[in-house]
């Protein structure tokens, strides 16, 4: 048996009920009078129709315009969230939206900047572009509310107001279009939002028995009014501002938890013993994750990657445990809002706490869910990317081995080891195949191939990649350095990484550069590269193929290229290039150019020669002169590249000094009676040190800033050959002598270098196939990145899973 509001309504409320029903239908008639009325209208010639269009058009941008003004500016923003002085913020912002890249602020704009370093300045530009983004919402948002009906004076403040995507989000909640097909939208429909909306409220008494309507399938019983009386509310108050704001504070002091369970399998008997090992072996990647429990302020970003994959392949089920104080706090709040405001009434009562029920079960926890596991993977991809970022411009960065000729081998059983050697610059010299793995005549053949290419091209150094049959070759060169077979060269080896050379070996720019070479030959070019130019080579890949990251395949591709572009820019611009030498795939890397614009300079180069001045970029097409200024200061002229008639360059181009800079250097060179000819010599060096205490005095002398003429002092103050690189560590490796995880058990000593840092710790190349991880918890006073040469014990084992801990002894 089901009840109904006590409290019924008057014959007077009958006829004003009746009244409001003839008005909805005298309404109705008229609108369909006047689409009548429309559709008659006389036909207006196509080219009068689109100019009223037009106008119309103009008018609706400049009710945007009027209505997209916020109510703080970026800066003042920018400022607040990033604890900026405001000047600085404003300076940045007006250099984001004059198009200045990272790499240029960070070098030529640090007078304005505060010295910001790269890093800092990509957290504010990511806080800037949410910044944009806010305000895009917030103008969309007033436009959705005017369309609707909605927006005056008070809300549009409210809204503009808005300082963060949450808090408009609150205020915007309440007010959005509900979908079609949602139980309070069809509850509507049926005309019952007046009475929930009085029933809420308390507002006026209301009988529900008025609403029943036996020829409507769901308003044919009591029940059915009430049921959709309670979706109204329920969705009224999950959707409340205040209701909202307050859940959102509540859960931040929660002791929320994210709970984690291996998936039970559906297979059952012989099917389930028919499973393959291999599912095995990766669901054991998880077994950390089989029954684990966390609070969302404790997890660590590594963990909720690895649980998102876990649950994406189907191993993992997931739950968000939000204690029971969250829904005793809401049904109070409630409570105090609407279940106890004006007159008492029973079944009123009931049923406001069934809705407030419906409401907390059905929409409020499902959206706490999806809130924390959002800002879980926010916080987890944001975690992700920062690694990668770091991770690779420690590669990027790594010393290069310039001035050697290195021969490449990409290692192979059956179709045998593919050889490549190159000279100094990078000029393939001689390719080939060897079979050391074969029969012993054919071994033979390999030793002697190997040993005449090396003593014909004087070669001393031999890059060998680190994917398959890797090991078994290393061992094979080893013997061969043993017994001195290559004397009187005293030939070395080191170990390169493959990640990423078979994508880069089977694209279109090694296939232009290298169209009749087998993939696996450009790639045994491309690991010989990547140890005389590591940056050089590297760009030409894109990033995600590295192996460097900390689950980056799971990001969207969109966000980690963008992401991982900003670090490659800065790297290869900070290095800087040879514009004659440099290729297409470098060039574009560098600040302000872009793929069109490289290529563009490339064919410039090949039409009319080296460029002799910096200059000379802008006759290139595509660039001016906010592309020149953006990019001329990491572009060189070498003088081994670059010819004038007179064999006479400006050593000026050959530094990081920017052209708009290149006055003021003449006049502090004429101050310390220096000439530009004397840049490089050690007189010039000598002399700048020297006199590095008085910048401050030499500025105001020569109306400029500190920071610039700093900036002068330090490209002066080197050598012209000068690489930024000389400074990293260089990221060869040794032979350790084990070819196996077989070789090694607890306690064992041995040598590595490290090969990817995350959050969780370090995975170091031992040599034996398999990284062995130092856990984070292991790494004590350590501080490793990549290219660290380490000296390490073995701490934990697991042949099943292939697992091998190390605990650091000392760096090398």
């Known amino acids: 048996m089901t009840t109904c509001c006590s409290v019924s309504i008057s014959d007077e409320d009958h006829n004003s009920v009746n009244k409001q029903a003839q008005k909805k239908e005298m309404k109705w008639t008229k609108r369909k009078n006047m689409d009548h009325i429309e559709s008659e209208e006389p036909t207006v010639p196509k080219v009068k129709k689109r100019r ?29 969230r990033m604890n900026l002085s405001s000047e600085i913020a404003k300076n940045v912002s007006n250099l984001f939206d004059n198009g200045s890249t990272i790499p240029f602020i960070a070098r030529y704009r640090r007078n304005v900047t505060g010295n910001m370093s790269p890093e800092l300045l990509r957290e504010v530009k990511n806080n800037y572009d949410d910044i944009c983004m806010l305000k895009t919402k917030i103008k969309t948002v007033l436009h959705s509310l005017q369309k609707a009906g909605h927006l005056n004076k008070r809300l549009e403040n409210i809204v503009k107001s808005s300082k963060t995507s949450d808090e408009l989000e609150i205020i915007y909640a309440p007010l959005k279009p509900e979908g079609k097909r949602t139980h309070a939208e069809r509850a509507k429909a049926l005309g019952l939002e007046q009475p929930a909306l009085d029933l809420l409220y308390n507002t006026s008494d209301v009988d529900l028995t008025f609403w029943v309507n036996s020829y409507k399938e769901d308003l044919e019983t009591l029940t059915k009014v009430e049921k959709g009386i309670i979706h109204i509310i ?45 599912e095995s072996v990766d669901e054991l990647k998880y077994k950390l994750y089989f029954d684990f429990k966390n609070t969302i302020h404790n997890i660590k970003p590594h963990q909720v990657l690895a649980i998102n994959r876990g649950e994406h392949c189907k191993i993992l089920s997931v739950k968000i445990s939000i204690p029971n104080f969250v829904k005793d706090r809401f049904h109070q709040i409630c409570s105090k809002k609407w279940i106890n405001h004006g007159r008492y009434n029973v079944n009123r009562r009931r049923i ?21 596991r959002t800002e879980l993977n926010t916080m987890a991809e944001k975690a992700s990317c920062d690694v990668f970022s770091k991770n690779l411009k420690q590669i990027l960065l790594a010393k290069p081995i310039k001035g050697q000729t ?11 080891c593919k050889i490549a050697i190159i000279s100094p610059t990078g000029i393939v010299l001689d390719h080939g195949v060897i079979y050391p793995h074969s029969s012993q005549y054919k071994k033979a053949t390999a030793e002697k191939y190997l040993k005449n290419m090396l003593h014909k091209n004087n070669c001393s150094l031999i890059a060998l990649g680190d994917a398959t049959a890797s090991k078994t070759t290393e061992k094979w060169l080893t013997d061969l350095i043993k017994d001195r077979y290559f004397h009187p060269i005293d030939v070395k080896y080191t170990i390169v990484s493959e990640d990423g050379s078979s994508v880069y070996s089977c694209s279109l720019e090694a296939k232009k550069e290298f169209p009749d070479l087998d993939t696996n030959v450009v790639s045994a070019i491309s690991l010989a590269r990547r140890i005389q130019d590591p940056m050089a080579e590297l760009v030409k890949v894109e990033p995600r193929h590295l192996g ?9 591709k969109k966000t980690l290229n963008a992401a991982l572009d900003e670090v490659v820019s800065e790297c290869v611009s900070f290095v800087g290039v040879d514009l004659n030498t440099a290729s297409q795939c470098l060039l574009r890397r560098i600040a302000g150019l872009t793929d069109k614009r490289a290529t563009e300079i490339v064919k410039y180069r090949e039409k009319n020669g080296p460029f002799v001045t910096r200059k000379t970029l802008l006759k290139v097409m595509g660039i001016g002169p906010k592309v020149f200024e953006q990019c001329a200061g990491f572009l060189k002229i070498c003088p081994l590249t670059s010819k004038s008639e007179n064999n006479k360059l400006n050593k000026l181009d050959q530094t990081i000094i920017h052209p708009e800079s290149y006055d003021i250097t003449k006049k502090f060179l004429e101050r310390l009676d220096l000439k530009i000819d004397d840049i490089g010599e050690s007189k010039l060096i000598d002399k700048i040190k020297s006199i590095k205490t008085a910048l401050v005095e030499i500025s105001k002398e020569l109306i400029t800033n500190v920071e610039t003429l700093d900036l002068i002092c330090n490209a002066l103050e080197k050598p012209l050959n000068y690489d930024l690189r000389c400074e990293f560590p260089q990221a060869t490796f040794f032979s350790t002598g084990l070819n196996s995880i077989n070789d090694l058990s607890i306690g064992s000593k041995v040598l590595g270098r490290v090969k990817n840092v995350t959050h969780f710790g370090c995975f170091v190349d031992i040599g034996v196939g398999k990284d062995g991880l130092i856990h984070c918890s292991k790494l ?19 042949h099943q899973s292939q697992r091998i801990g190390i605990k650091p002894l000392k760096k090398i």
């Open 52 to 80: 009223i269009a037009e106008s119309r058009l103009d008018v609706k941008n400049k009710d945007c315009d009027n209505i997209s003004e916020t109510l703080w500016t970026d800066y003042e923003l920018l400022a607040d």
């Open 234 to 278: 329920a969705h009224k108050v999950a959707t409340d501002a205040d209701v909202l704001e307050f859940l959102r504070e509540i859960r931040r002091d929660s002791n929320i938890t994210i709970e984690t369970k291996k998936k039970q399998s559906k297979q059952t008997g012989e099917s389930k013993k028919k499973q393959i090992s291999e």
């Open 352 to 372: 406001l706490e069934e809705a407030m029920q419906d409401s907390y079960i059905r929409l409020v926890h499902p959206l706490l869910v999806r809130e924390i």
């Open 406 to 416: 290195i021969l490449g081998i990409d290692p192979g059983f059956a179709h045998g």
């Open 548 to 556: 460097i990251g900390m689950y980056q395949h799971d990001l969207k």
């Open 780 to 798: 004590n006073d350590f501080y490793l990145q990549i290219g660290d040469k380490i000296e390490g014990e073995i701490c934990s084992l697991d």
